[in-house]
């Protein structure tokens, strides 16, 4: 269900501050250019400061109420698409409240007419208004700041993590003490088990090499954990596997820049296929 679905949500002070100051200036714009509402007729030397008033309405309001959606997020851990829409209406729905006993009250000085029918009228057309404008562009600079903020963020994440799998060496140790190979675990394309030896191959300067070791495919597997097994005598690298070919009784695995098939046999055939699926 579309509700249901996760918002990107921004935790930054700074994004939600030049939102709120935008939403302000958008409000204060229209009142002063465009003068609706009939506020043409509104003659009064301090007229611009009334509209800029109502900016600072559309503006606190907005930062509490960051704040307590920011308190909300952080306590809980999630915003979907419905607690969004929630904020945006209550957000909007708060504002024009508060900007219906600004007018009547600073402005008009009629605390006499905040009447509920006069509010209900008033709210009406705010909302359909002013309201729907800002209910838009509320969620559009939200999604689009936050959006923006977590694409940095994952492109940063990523970059770290690659950078770490590059560095990340191990010692591979044969059945013999002084048998020992170095690699890079992300550079480990497959590993294939011939007699009492293995064949660890591996990449080095985009260039596929081989280096053999007395060892048992198993023992290599304890060592290897993140290889997965596709045969009784091959470990293969998820990273480098391309495509499946075949039914369970005859699958070949094929691998990025390798030439040759790697065999799937039936006992490995399922859990090869949801991988690389």
């Not at 030049?18 to 200036?25: E, N, V």
């Not at 419905?82 to 009629?110: G, H, W």
């Not at 060592?223 to 005598?233: G, V």
């Not at 075949?246 to 949801?274: C, H, M, R, W």
Request: proline share 3%.
């Amino acid at each position: 269900m579309f509700l249901s679905n996760p918002f990107p949500y921004s935790t930054s002070f700074r994004n939600h501050f030049l939102i709120a100051s935008i939403l302000s200036f958008i409000v204060v714009f229209i009142l002063v250019f465009l003068q609706p509402f009939g506020s043409n007729n509104f003659s009064n030397p301090y007229k611009s400061l009334y509209f800029i008033g109502y900016g600072g309405i559309c503006f606190i309001v907005y930062i509490v109420f960051h704040l307590l959606s920011k308190w909300y997020y952080e306590s809980f851990k999630i915003w979907k698409w419905v607690e969004e829409l929630f904020f945006c209406i209550l957000y909007l729905s708060v504002a024009i409240t508060l900007a219906f006993i600004y007018t009547e009250v600073i402005i008009n000085k009629r605390p006499e007419h905040l009447t509920l029918s006069l509010f209900l009228f008033w709210f009406k057309h705010m909302f359909l208004g002013f309201g729907l404008i800002l209910f838009v562009l509320a969620l559009f600079f939200r999604h689009r700041y936050a959006s923006k903020k977590n694409i940095i963020k994952d492109d940063v994440v990523s970059t770290i993590e690659n950078e770490e799998s590059k560095k990340k060496t191990i010692l591979l140790q044969g059945t013999m003490k002084k048998e020992i190979f170095e690699v890079v675990t992300s550079q480990v394309v497959y590993v294939k088990s011939e007699d009492n030896y293995v064949i660890i191959f591996y990449k080095d300067e985009e260039v596929v090499k081989e280096k053999i070791l007395r060892n048992t495919l198993s023992n290599t597997k304890k060592q290897l954990s993140f290889l997965l097994q596709t045969h009784r005598s091959y470990l293969v690298n998820p990273k480098f596997m391309k495509s499946l070919k075949g039914n369970s009784q005859n699958a070949k695995l094929l691998l990025e820049n390798i030439d040759n098939a790697i065999p799937v046999s039936k006992t490995y055939f399922e859990s090869v296929k949801k991988t690389i699926n």
